[in-house]
T-cell receptor, first 113, second 112 residues
């Protein structure tokens, strides 16, 4: 089955530690995205990538980093510089061009203790 | 600039009631318009979409019509069910850039 997988579903880390969230898709989509969702709020764009080895900052990129070495993978690292990292993180992908929708993964809930 | 405004929630309805969730946008061009739904603890799923003026998107009894003259894309359902309880997001994709803009989400609770 084609889709987007995010792992793990729940992640706990101590303050000051970097943590990497996984996002993999087998839809052969060109573009991939990372969003952050806080309780009762909408989605805020962290980073997106339209092609391998290229990515752009979204609205809240500070304290985060990404890489896009393979078309199917777009990992997000939450660094210790992120002031308030506890949140629900969503990865999405879409086929580039035209009015194509985004497909979302199930999300990773990160809690920093 | 480009922006989206979505009706604030939470919304609580009785089963079989009529649902409307308002969504308006501002744009320099004509975006593609999407509604997504999010069930508790899950990612977002596409509910419906419309790509040009006067298009009507529909799915699972939900409908929304692309109204260019009022720059709106209101979500409607004639008879809601308990299983429709979720958060609904309006998300225009503007022609500039490769980003989607998500509304703040409207939480819907349907009670039996």
């Amino acid at each position: 089955d084609g889709g987007i997988t995010q792992s793990p579903k729940y992640l706990f880390r101590k303050e000051g530690q970097n943590v990497t969230l996984s996002c993999e898709q087998n839809l052969n989509h060109d573009a991939m995205y990372w969003y952050r969702q806080d309780p009762g709020q909408g989605l805020r764009l962290i980073y997106y990538s339209q092609i391998v080895n290229d990515f752009q900052k979204g609205d809240i990129a500070e304290g985060y980093s990404v890489s896009r070495e393979k078309k199917e993978s777009f990992p997000l690292t939450v660094t210790s510089a992120q002031k308030n990292p506890t949140a629900f993180y969503l990865c999405a992908s879409r086929l580039a061009g035209g009015p194509n929708e985004q497909f979302f993964g199930p999300g990773t809930r990160l809690t920093v203790l | 600039g480009n922006s989206v405004t979505q009706m604030e929630g939470p919304v609580t309805l009785s089963e079989e009631a009529f649902l409307t969730i308002n969504c308006t946008y501002t744009a320099t061009g004509y975006p593609s318009l999407f509604w997504y739904v999010q069930y508790p603890g899950e990612g977002l799923q596409l509910l419906l979409k419309a790509t040009k003026a006067d298009d009507k998107g529909s799915n699972k009894g939900f409908e929304a019509t692309y109204r260019k003259e009022t720059t709106s894309f209101h979500l409607e359902k004639g008879s809601v069910q308990v299983s429709d309880s979720a958060v609904y997001f309006c998300a225009p994709r503007f022609n500039t850039g490769n980003q989607f803009y998500f509304g703040t989400g409207t939480s819907l609770t349907v009670i039996p």
